[in-house]
């Protein structure tokens, strides 16, 4: 483990202790823009996963989360989706609390399910076989969930495989929903928001009215990452994302 894994779990098991918390933190995950993310049991002993939302780095400086209007917002969109969505092949929202700490030191705390590890995991690790069987129930429950997100009008926008996590017996759960929002027509949508592999053409080249096709893209992405174990759009830049793009699609026309 690292020394910031072990950092984190020393701060978590602290906070939880202070605040009397039934869950019991037992091995660091992985740590993201958003928050950390640490393995645990509560007190029936189920494992649970436990996300700690505190600060990230904007503009070069530190940021408490809770405290930043726009962040505290995407937090928000995040944990409304959680708890709306029970569906099998979505990650749903466990419990939920919160550790005020003024000046600008607050803590959101998200319990989800435990999954074993995630697609990109799986892909990049060689020991593991990943037969024509496995990529066919693996893309059915990614779009099974996507269907469900669409249905309610919500496109993730952040699909690759670090987003879809794989639970013990492979069931597969798509997760992190900062990025997600209504399906609308709004001209006034963010463009940059996919990691940019996975990134859809009408986001490359930062046409902002784009709908919920932009998931079945970053899906399709997957799915060829499946296959070769390599991203398939593997652009150094952002213009150079699309010039990979073109090599492979060839050029569009209105007509085609």
């Known amino acids: 483990m690292s020394s910031k894994g072990e950092a984190v779990m020393r701060d978590l098991i602290a906070e939880l202790e202070e605040m009397h918390s039934h869950y019991t933190v037992q091995r660091f995950i992985s740590s993201g823009s958003y928050g950390a993310v640490c393995a645990g049991v509560d007190e029936n002993d189920c494992a649970v996963a436990i ?31 959680l708890n709306h969505f029970h569906h099998p092949n979505i990650l ?62 919500v496109v993730h926008r952040d699909l690759h495989p670090g987003n879809v996590l794989v639970a ?9 929903f900062n990025l997600a929002r209504e399906d609308t027509q709004d001209q006034n949508k963010t463009h940059y928001v996919t990691h940019r592999w ?16 932009v998931d079945i893209w970053s899906a399709g992405c997957v799915m060829g990452e499946l296959f070769n174990r390599k991203a398939l759009f593997r652009g150094s830049t952002f213009y150079n994302q699309l010039d990979k793009i073109v090599e492979v699609v060839g050029h569009r026309t209105m007509r085609t």
């Open 198 to 213: 996975y990134r859809a053409p009408e986001l490359v080249m930062q046409f902002k009215g784009f709908t919920k096709l």
């Open 51 to 81: 996300k700690r939302v505190f600060n990230t780095l904007s503009d070069g400086r530190t940021v408490n989360i809770l405290s930043d209007p726009f962040l505290c917002k995407r937090v928000l969109r995040e944990i409304m989706l």
């Open 168 to 176: 013990e017996n492979n069931d597969i759960a798509i997760c992190d």
């Open 92 to 153: 749903g929202l466990k419990n939920i609390f919160i550790h005020l700490q003024p000046p600008n030191q607050h803590k959101l705390y998200l319990v989800t399910e435990l999954m074993r590890t995630d697609l990109a995991q799986v892909i990049h690790d060689q020991r593991i076989r990943i037969s024509p069987q496995h990529i066919q129930f693996f893309m059915y429950h990614i779009l099974l969930g996507l269907h469900v997100l669409h249905e309610a009008g």
